[in-house]
């Protein structure tokens, strides 16, 4: 018997990027239905059709509202929160920040990154509007900015491989709860290996709990990598704390 062919059912508004193998001829029928024949006039969808695996995690209907909703992407080709511009120049995190935040979660932001810099942990420029600092040769955490909720977030996400050797000063200083709510939990349609497990992610012990619903996209070669989303002042000193026992850990 010869190949059994399987149709594709076409893509809804929820459809997640990166859930199944996507090809540009496929997203390019749905945003032209969605958004018209012209629809690549628009710069986001130009990027994903170019870039896609950048989006992977989306919704197609987050793209679309961005299209829709373009107030913050006015100009984005000639600027440095273009993946474009990004991928030829590599900014500094400092110099793309100011595009996506203002107020408290700019300085915030801001002075994080200056933090890193005066004690020898360079942002260096990954992927579009990601950066991360290396330690020992390997990530020590990375700083990321999510233009696709509103209101646009910033995260710094550390990888706290070696977490069970300074377990005991975490709990002293009473951070384990700060840790456990920042995990990245699965959800329906995970790009992860997690994905299509009835129990829905991976269950982790971190600090002598069980974690249930971990998302494995992120857990990953025992990085385990927390995501702090938004953090204030406050929480920017609770991550300081934390890489400084990770590098200190990773000397041993």
Not at 145 to 156: G, K, L
Not at 169 to 193: A, H, M, T, V, Y
Request: aromatic content about 12%; proline content about 3%; some cysteine.
């Amino acid at each position: 018997m010869g190949n059994t062919y399987i149709k594709k059912e076409p893509f809804t508004d929820d459809y997640i990027i990166g859930s199944d193998k996507n090809t540009s001829a496929e997203l390019r029928k749905y945003f032209k239905e969605a958004l018209g024949e012209d629809c690549e006039k628009y710069a986001v969808i130009a990027d994903v059709l170019k870039n896609v695996f950048y989006y992977k995690g989306r919704s197609l209907k987050e793209i679309t509202d961005e299209c829709h909703n373009p107030s913050w992407y006015d100009n984005m080709d000639e600027s440095a929160a273009s993946f474009r511009v990004q991928k030829e120049t590599k900014p500094k995190f400092e110099n793309v920040v100011p595009c996506y935040l203002d107020g408290d979660a700019l300085k915030t932001a801001l002075g994080f990154s200056a933090y890193l810099t005066a004690n020898g942990m360079q942002l260096k420029w990954d992927a579009w509007n990601t950066w991360k600092v290396f330690n020992k040769n390997k990530t020590l955490c990375w700083v990321k900015i999510n233009m696709f909720v509103r209101p646009i977030t910033w995260a710094v996400s550390p990888c706290l491989a070696n977490i069970d050797e300074y377990e005991d000063i975490i709990i002293n200083e009473e951070l384990q709860n700060f840790i456990w709510d920042s995990f990245k939990r699965c959800r329906p349609n995970c790009r992860g290996s997690c994905r299509g497990k009835d129990t829905g992610g991976i269950t982790v012990t971190i600090l002598g709990k069980k974690i249930y619903g971990v998302c494995n996209e992120i857990y990953y070669v025992n990085n385990k990598k927390v995501d702090f989303v938004n953090p204030d002042e406050t929480a920017v000193e609770r991550i300081k704390m934390l890489l400084g026992l990770e590098k200190q850990a990773r000397i041993k």
